[in-house]
């Protein structure tokens, strides 16, 4: 089956870095676009950033300029490198992929940065 698992989330004072990882299986990951999305409670979840099979791009205009997704085909996994974190940033993240029509998600980890 799918499976999505989200690690590298945690404390960080604004203007700060972190890095998430996204390790898949059950998929052919060099085929599939990886998203990043990420939920505040009470907020809906919002799109981070995307990346295609082969390499495009695209972000959220929030996080232009901060933010790199990035994917290792040969160890299935997906980043986003995070970097000069603002409070607003705060949130848990979630990886997304589609497979076979249906979408599928990770358990997220919790970003928190403090001010």
């Known amino acids: 089956q799918v499976q999505l698992v989200e690690s590298g989330g945690g404390l960080v004072q604004a203007g700060g870095s972190l890095t998430l990882s996204c390790a898949a299986s059950?998929?052919?990951?060099?085929?599939?676009?990886m998203d990043w999305y990420r939920q505040v409670p009470g907020r809906q979840r919002e799109l981070v950033a995307y990346?295609?099979?082969?390499?495009?791009?695209t972000y959220a205009d929030s996080v232009k300029g901060r933010f790199t997704i990035s994917r290792d085909n040969a160890k299935n996994t997906v980043y986003l490198r995070m970097n000069s974190l603002k409070p607003e940033d705060t949130a848990v993240y979630y990886c997304?992929?589609?497979?076979?029509?249906?979408?599928?998600w990770g358990k997220g980890t919790l970003v928190t940065v403090s001010s």
């Open positions: 990346i295609t099979s082969g390499g495009t791009t």
């Open positions: 997304n992929t589609h497979h076979v029509g249906m979408p599928y």
């Open positions: 059950g998929i052919i990951f060099s085929i599939n676009a």
